[in-house]
């Protein structure tokens, strides 16, 4: 077994449960063996009133760091606490979740090596468990707690690797969306992913993946994984978790997913001036945030929103135009995504904040002035941000100093090439 660490997993559990507790090698052992029922041991840890005591308090305290609070609040514990009931192997993958999780939010990487090996050995349960036929709807369970530690290894692993690592995540995220009826319209291309229903699925892996694919497309400047069916239709209703994990709406997620289609001139991608012409006649909306927020949150909610909507089109213009960091279209966007951010106050706990991980780079790429380079880099070197984010901004700090001393020396206009060029020479991408 490669799990090596034998301390206690949880020293408060020793204080309520009656069977003795497990350390971590052991716990991971008892899994490896999986089809083969876990000894009683160590179904005791896992089903201990304080071990989901400590899992929902990580829940709890994810959402109360949000900055915009779900207004299904009491509803998303309770799907979360549905579906920690539903098989015990769905439950060690979230306990093994949100410990490392947790550690990332402490800033504590230390034991990395140590987590890589416990995910290797969830790996090998997942591929023991699907070797053996299991019923269509375990086989989607499985697939999706796979998925979900694919996507752990992904923020585990350094920058450069990332890319690498979610490429090797696509064939079980395609295998799980299409054993997934419920993806599916019935007018739907059957030869691309669904993009909104797969936002807002209750499967929110699967909304993770999609999420890290088309950011990390944007940022590295390289082809998304998938190609999806981008038809919008009428807005979803329903809100998605990262509309309040990340301030992220599902209308731009679709927006952005588009513009990297149409960057690298996709046979599906929908023509530029169409994606402009929606976003130039698109108005900030509140219809599905919280009734009962104060003026000031939903004054927030609309400057993210407008933050959004001008950080794709300077992307657009650069990515997909080829226009130059100069234009007038490029520069009054920038000018804007730097005014509406700053009206957006951080709360007085230093982990609560909006995330403009996206936002600060589009912007500090097309930045010429030195007040704003400055802006753009004091905030991507936020650690709150890489808390929330799959990818770190910091990592894309020396990017942007490489540009800035080069190409783009002394205000001078850039193309989206000249940030291709400074991110491979900076941030070289394993693909």
Same mark, same amino acid.
């Given at each position: 077994? %490669?799990?090596?660490?034998?301390?206690?997993? +949880?020293?408060?559990?020793?204080? /309520?449960?009656?069977?003795?507790? $497990?350390?971590?090698?052991?716990?991971?052992?008892?899994?490896?063996?999986?089809?083969?029922? @876990?000894?009683?041991?160590?179904?005791?840890?896992?089903?201990?009133?304080?071990?989901?005591?400590?899992?929902?308090?990580? &829940?709890?305290?994810?959402?109360?760091?949000?900055?915009?609070?779900?207004?299904?609040?009491?509803?998303?514990?309770?799907?979360?606490?549905?579906?920690?009931?539903?098989?015990?192997?769905?439950?060690?993958?979230?306990?093994?979740?949100?410990?490392?999780?947790?550690?990332?939010?402490?800033?504590?990487?230390?034991?990395?090596?140590?987590?890589?090996? #416990?995910?290797?050995?969830?790996?090998?349960?997942?591929?023991?468990?699907?070797?053996?036929?299991?019923? $269509?709807?375990?086989?989607?369970?499985?697939? %999706?707690?796979?998925? %979900?530690?694919?996507?752990?290894?992904?923020?585990?692993?350094?920058?450069?690797?990332?890319?690498?690592?979610?490429?090797?995540?696509?064939?079980? +995220?395609?295998?799980?969306?299409?054993?997934?009826?419920?993806?599916?319209?019935?007018?739907?291309?059957?030869?691309?992913?669904? *993009?909104?229903?797969?936002?807002?699925?209750?499967?929110?892996?699967?909304?993770?993946?999609?999420?890290?694919?088309?950011?990390?497309?944007?940022?590295?400047?390289? $082809?998304?994984?998938?190609?999806?069916?981008?038809?919008?239709?009428?807005? @979803?209703?329903?809100?998605?978790?990262?509309?309040?994990?990340?301030?992220?709406?599902?209308?731009?997620?679709?927006?952005?997913?588009?513009?990297?289609? &149409?960057?690298?001139?996709?046979?599906?991608?929908?023509? #530029?001036?169409?994606?402009?012409?929606? *976003?130039?006649?698109?108005?900030?909306?509140?219809?599905?945030?919280?009734?009962?927020?104060?003026?000031?949150?939903?004054?927030?909610?609309?400057?993210?929103?407008?933050?959004?909507?001008?950080?794709?089109?300077?992307?657009?213009?650069?990515?997909? &135009?080829?226009?130059?960091?100069?234009?007038? /279209?490029?520069?009054?966007?920038?000018?804007?995504?730097?005014?509406?951010? %700053?009206?957006?106050?951080?709360?007085?706990?230093?982990?609560?904040?909006?995330?403009?991980?996206?936002?600060?780079?589009?912007?500090?790429? &097309?930045?010429?002035?030195?007040?704003? /380079?400055?802006?753009?880099?004091?905030?991507?070197?936020?650690?709150?941000?890489?808390?929330?984010?799959?990818?770190?901004?910091?990592?894309?700090?020396?990017?942007?100093?490489?540009?800035?001393?080069?190409?783009?020396?002394?205000?001078?206009?850039?193309?989206?090439?000249?940030?291709?060029?400074?991110?491979?020479?900076?941030?070289?991408?394993?693909?």
């Amino acid at each position: 077994m %490669g799990a090596q660490n034998s301390q206690p997993l +949880f020293a408060m559990a020793t204080n /309520r449960t009656t069977s003795p507790i $497990p350390s971590l090698r052991q716990l991971f052992t008892f899994y490896s063996r999986i089809p083969c029922p @876990p000894p009683n041991q160590s179904m005791a840890f896992l089903y201990a009133p304080d071990v989901e005591d400590y899992i929902l308090s990580h &829940c709890d305290r994810t959402m109360k760091n949000l900055y915009f609070k779900p207004s299904n609040n009491a509803q998303m514990r309770q799907v979360f606490l549905s579906r920690l009931n539903s098989s015990s192997f769905t439950r060690w993958v979230t306990l093994l979740y949100i410990r490392i999780h947790e550690s990332y939010l402490n800033g504590d990487t230390l034991q990395n090596q140590a987590r890589i090996r #416990w995910i290797e050995d969830i790996e090998h349960a997942l591929r023991t468990i699907l070797a053996h036929n299991p019923e $269509p709807h375990e086989a989607q369970d499985r697939l %999706g707690d796979w998925l %979900g530690v694919l996507l752990l290894r992904l923020r585990m692993a350094h920058i450069s690797s990332s890319y690498t690592a979610l490429r090797n995540a696509t064939p079980t +995220f395609l295998q799980l969306a299409f054993s997934d009826p419920n993806l599916w319209p019935a007018d739907s291309d059957s030869t691309s992913i669904p *993009l909104t229903s797969t936002i807002i699925s209750p499967r929110h892996e699967l909304a993770n993946f999609v999420l890290v694919d088309s950011v990390c497309s944007m940022a590295f400047g390289l $082809p998304q994984q998938v190609e999806y069916d981008t038809s919008l239709g009428a807005s @979803p209703l329903i809100q998605n978790q990262h509309e309040s994990l990340l301030s992220f709406p599902t209308e731009f997620q679709v927006t952005l997913t588009e513009i990297n289609a &149409c960057r690298d001139a996709s046979s599906t991608a929908r023509d #530029w001036r169409e994606i402009e012409h929606r *976003l130039m006649t698109w108005e900030a909306q509140s219809g599905k945030q919280d009734s009962g927020w104060e003026s000031w949150m939903v004054v927030a909610w609309l400057a993210v929103q407008e933050s959004w909507r001008h950080t794709l089109l300077t992307y657009l213009y650069m990515a997909a &135009c080829g226009a130059s960091s100069d234009d007038p /279209r490029v520069q009054s966007s920038v000018c804007q995504i730097f005014r509406v951010t %700053g009206t957006v106050k951080k709360q007085e706990s230093s982990e609560v904040g909006v995330p403009f991980f996206v936002q600060y780079l589009m912007a500090g790429i &097309c930045a010429r002035s030195e007040k704003h /380079r400055k802006i753009a880099r004091e905030q991507l070197l936020e650690v709150s941000e890489s808390k929330i984010w799959l990818m770190s901004g910091v990592d894309f700090v020396p990017v942007l100093d490489h540009l800035w001393h080069g190409a783009a020396a002394n205000g001078q206009p850039i193309k989206w090439s000249d940030y291709m060029r400074s991110r491979e020479t900076m941030l070289p991408v394993v693909t």
